[in-house]
Nanobody, 127 residues
């Protein structure tokens, strides 16, 4: 059974950076695809970044393209989300998510259907 634990959230000013981490445990084949989604108060969940580690390919929401980068350290079983040039509209709870993903990822919205996610980490960006 896959378990995910996020960390690295916090409060920053606009233009700042944060790196979120997601420590993953459980069978590797159950997390071929991993990603991040976020949810702000009163808003729907939004896919932020998705990656298919079984065969390559990354996807980002238009709103974060060029500012956020998803990556993985296989040795540490850790997924990262590097967030640069943060904006107040990036304020949300960020969740790490994973899925066996037999056929890969085709869009960032796929992360909203992944079967496992963590407890979330809060990111607050002030202007």
């Amino acid at each position: 059974q896959v378990q995910l634990a996020e960390s690295g959230g916090g409060s920053v000013q606009a233009g700042g950076s944060l790196r979120l981490s997601c420590a993953a445990s459980g069978p590797t084949y159950e997390r071929n695809c991993m990603g991040w989604f976020r949810q702000a108060p009163g808003k729907e969940r939004e896919g932020v970044a998705a990656a298919y580690f079984g065969g390559g390919g990354t996807f980002y929401a238009d709103s974060v393209q060029g500012r956020f980068t998803i990556s993985q350290d296989n040795a540490k079983n850790t997924l990262y989300l590097q967030m640069n040039d943060l904006k107040p509209e990036d304020t949300a709870m960020y969740y790490c998510t994973a899925d066996p993903c037999l056929f890969g990822v085709f869009s960032v919205d796929n992360v909203l259907t992944f079967i496992t996610w963590g407890q979330g980490t809060q990111v607050t960006v002030s202007s």
